[in-house]
């Protein structure tokens, strides 16, 4: 079974600039969740897809938005870049919307903002 | 607000030695707790949760809501063990399937 995807691996940009990062969830699953992981910060949440909705987000500004496709495939934009945008951005999946539902996570993509 | 603390960065003990990773977490609620591993060039990955009160790889946690804890342990340490271990509780008014808040992380590491 192949497991969450990301794209691009790697992507740089400069400040101002808005970036977009693609996830494709395991088949089968509607959920997708989107994570941040800076240096110094941790791994944070922030935005949850289910059945082409926005479900929640994390405490990050409106520039960091997404969406989710009828494939249940999702991108995440981030408008009006800034320097400490740099982080590496996780995707995870998770079955239909239910209690105890386990989150499988993709590789990540490494954004560089200079 | 919910919040997870890992208050170990780096652990390190020897092959054979007990284990024990800590973590505390504030939530007002009911929280679920989750231990993630993340290997050498290896995604993240779910190694047990509180509900299922499994062993998975000879590590077990228990959760202890007096003492908000929810401790990562196993009695005798594996080199294949080394990895980055991150707490995570999952709260909040998503019905159960919401974001996780996760701890700093802890890197641990078995030495021969």
């Known amino acids: 079974e192949a497991g969450v995807t990301q794209s691009p691996t790697h992507l740089i940009k400069t400040r101002g600039q808005q970036a977009t990062l693609r996830c494709s969830p395991i088949?089968?699953?509607?959920?997708v969740y989107w994570y941040q992981q800076a240096l110094g910060l941790g791994l944070q949440f922030l935005l949850w897809y289910d059945e082409g909705e926005e479900r929640n987000r994390g405490n990050f500004p409106p520039r960091f938005s997404g969406r989710q496709f009828p494939n249940y495939s999702s991108e995440l934009n981030v408008n009006a870049l800034e320097l400490e945008d740099s982080a590496l951005y996780l995707c995870?999946?998770?079955?239909?919307?239910?209690?105890?539902?386990?989150?499988?996570f993709g590789p990540g993509t490494r954004l560089t903002v200079l | 607000a919910q919040r997870v603390t890992q208050p170990e960065k780096l652990l390190s003990v020897f092959k054979g030695a007990p284990v024990e990773l800590k973590c505390n977490y504030s939530y007002s609620g009911s929280p679920e707790l989750f231990w993630y591993v993340q290997y050498s060039r290896q995604r993240l990955q779910l190694l047990l949760r509180h509900i299922s009160r499994e062993s998975i790889k000879g590590f077990t946690a228990d959760l202890n809501k007096g003492e908000t804890s929810f401790h990562l342990k196993k009695p005798f340490a594996q080199e294949e063990d080394s990895a980055m271990y991150y707490c995570?509780?999952?709260?909040?008014?998503?019905?159960?399937?919401?974001?996780?808040?996760f701890g700093k992380g802890t890197h641990l590491i078995i030495q021969p």
């Open positions: 995570a509780l999952r709260g909040g008014s998503g019905g159960g399937a919401d974001g996780l808040t």
């Open positions: 995870a999946s998770s079955p239909s919307y239910s209690l105890y539902n386990e989150q499988f």
């Open positions: 088949s089968g699953h509607t959920s």
